[in-house]
Nanobody, 115 residues
Framework: QVHLVESGGGLVQAGGSLRLSCVAS????????MGWYRQAPGKQREFVAR???????NYADPVKGRFTISGGNTRNTVYLQMVSLKPEDTAVYYC?????????WGQGTQVTVSS
């Protein structure tokens, strides 16, 4: 079983920065990758970024160059540094961890960017 706890969301003005954190508690086994999705009101949940246990990273096009994901190593912690935030980044951000075919989700943290 994997339990995820996110923190770091909040309200920020456009152009500002936030850092999200996610800690995974793992009962047994290793995590293959960790990352973030987000869901804006009235929209589907979308991929944001991920990091594998080997350190490889992937980003969605809308956040490339503005968001940086780090961690995902044996400490089972992942961070999402977000800079140059835009109102369209407003969403609930969900941390996930993938182990084999199983995906675990955090409860989500709200990020609101005001214009």
């Amino acid at each position: 079983q994997v339990h995820l706890v996110e923190s770091g969301g909040g309200l920020v003005q456009a152009g500002g920065s936030l850092r999200l954190s996610c800690v995974a508690s793992v009962s047994n086994g290793d995590i293959d990758s960790m990352g973030w999705y987000r869901q804006a009101p009235g929209k589907q949940r979308e991929f944001v970024a991920r990091v594998t246990s080997a350190g490889s990273t992937n980003y969605a096009d809308p956040v490339k160059g503005r968001f940086t994901i780090s961690g995902g190593n044996t400490r089972n912690t992942v961070y999402l540094q977000m800079v140059s935030l835009k109102p369209e980044d407003t969403a609930v951000y969900y941390c996930y961890a993938r182990r084999g075919l199983q995906t675990y989700w955090g409860q989500g943290t709200q990020v609101t960017v005001s214009s």
